[in-house]
Each structure stands twice: as C-alpha cells, then as structure tokens.
C-alpha cells in the first residue's frame, strides 16, 4: 500500500522505519569481518577466528559489554542449519577503536562452543556498537571442517601422586589444509574429557614415529620432520611441553629413543642441530660466497 506525503504513515510502521534506520546508521558506522586460520581441524584442536572491525563511526569507539548485552556475539552451525551449544555466556573484554583504524580479536571457538562432532561447520560474529540494543553489524560466514584423524598410538598412564587418576596419551597423523601433519591429545582418563589437542608440526612418514612413555609416565615422541632433521618433544600428563629438540642422523644411522634399565629415556645416534651454530656457519659461506 503506498501512502502520499499527506497521508499519515501508521504508527506501527514508523516504529519499523525507526528501528532500519538505527539498524543502518550502526551498519553505516562499523565494517567488520570474520576469517578462520585454517579450514580443517582435528577435532579437539583451537578453532581460531579473528574478528576485524573498522571504526567509520567519526569518533573514538569503545567496544563493550554492560552486563546485559554482549559487544560481541558468534552463531556457530552445523552445515544442515543446526545451532551448536554454547559452553556458557563468554565474556570479551573490551576493544578501543580509534577514527577510521582497525582491531581484530582473536577468539578460540572450541572454548565457547561445544564442538564435539565432526563434520562441516559455519560460524558468523555479530558487532554491537555502544549504546545500541540492535546489533550494530554482522560479519560474512566462514567455514571449517573438523574431522577425527588417524589415531597412530595410544598409552594409558597413571599420574604421579594420584593413585585414582589416570591419562589417556594419543598420536594422530592428520593430513589439514597442507602436508601431513602429528598432533599429540590428552585425555583425562576417568571422565574422557579432552585436556590439550595440539600440533606438533609436519611429519614425513618415511620414517614411522617412535613414541614410548618414561618412568615418570611422560610421553617421548621422535618422528621424523624434514628428509634429515628428526623432532624429539617430552610431553607430560599436564599436556605440557616439557622439551623439544631438533635432532640430525648420527654416524649409524638414524635417531633412536632408547629406553633404559631405570626407566629414563634419552635419544641415542644422533648429533643434536644448534640453529645459533646453523645460523653462524650460513652466514660464513655467504660471506665467503661474497669474495671476489
């Protein structure tokens, strides 16, 4: 129905105008976008999004939440349309915007959501401006893809000290968005909940892994990184990254984790790689290199 400038809009409908406009102006005075790092997960692994907003609004702002109202909210579904869970109301601290700069933040989304399947996933993020019950603006969708991996070895221990907990330690090879790649999992043993999921970088798998348990129950992982460079990392029942060393082939072949009669564990036939003595050596043979 189309009303002439001398009849009256009803009132219903300039409360709707009212509310587009509000909706427009805080569109109009905030640009914003959402990325994900990398588009395939291993399920239990930080889902990092980062959130980048642009201040047009003329003047300082100050992205906050007042108790009722969050500045910053995510929708986080399934690839059928499905919302997934939250964990919780999460509270983001405060973000200062100067006249026309930019700010990201950058959120781990498995720590607010319960993302505890596999599958494809969408996640957007929603802006509100200070002052501003409706949302101020929205972001584009970005997607990932979380997936189980393959399970390569698994060590039930116990904990030193505790004599009724227990820890699950698991290596998985993931091939994600590049090469393939080795994780290291957590697990608490009386409930299954996930304690740390996390890379511990490239794998070639000319060489199998080697991974065995010492006798303060912390996992030793040696695999096999570059064509000539093997990675040794100590993991204890924390998921703590206790060591990690860059080993290269010793004189008879290649790096061995050696068990011994009390239980330790040490990394035989290797000659451990000092990137400063790396770095040193380079820049010896440039310089020769430089000689006329």
């Not at 003595?277 to 006329?292: C, G, W």
């Amino acid at each position: 129905m189309l009303y002439s400038s001398h009849q009256m809009i009803p009132q219903s409908l300039k409360f709707i105008f009212a509310i587009l406009l509000c909706i427009g102006s805080a569109q109009a005075q905030l640009s914003s976008s959402l990325q994900i790092t990398k588009k395939q997960h291993l399920m239990g692994e930080p889902v990092l999004a980062v959130v980048t907003v642009t201040n047009h609004a003329g003047r300082e702002l100050i992205l906050q939440s007042d108790g009722r109202f969050q500045w910053l909210n995510f929708n986080v579904k399934t690839a059928d349309g499905t919302p997934i869970n939250s964990r919780g109301q999460a509270l983001f601290g405060p973000i200062k915007i100067g006249v026309g700069q930019t700010m990201a933040r950058e959120v781990d989304l498995s720590q607010h959501f319960q993302l505890n399947q596999s599958g494809n996933f969408t996640v957007s993020a929603a802006i509100r401006l200070p002052d501003h019950q409706a949302e101020g603006t929205s972001t584009n969708r970005a997607f990932f893809n979380q997936s189980q991996g393959s399970l390569y070895w698994s060590q039930k221990v116990g904990i030193s000290g505790s004599s009724n907990q227990s820890r699950e330690y698991r290596i998985f090879n993931f091939s994600g968005d590049s090469k393939p790649q080795i994780y290291a999992q957590v697990v608490d043993g009386k409930t299954g909940q996930l304690v740390r999921t996390f890379l511990l970088g490239d794998v070639l798998m000319l060489r199998k892994p080697v991974v065995t348990v010492d006798r303060k129950q912390r996992m030793h992982l040696m695999f096999l990184a570059t064509p000539v460079m093997w990675v040794h990392y100590v993991i204890d029942t924390d998921a703590k990254v206790l060591n990690r060393q860059i080993h290269q082939r010793g004189p008879v072949g290649d790096p061995q984790l050696l068990v011994l009669a009390d239980g330790s564990v040490q990394v035989t036939n290797s000659i451990p790689y000092d990137p400063i003595a790396a770095a040193e050596q380079k820049a010896k043979i440039h310089k020769a290199s430089d000689r006329p």
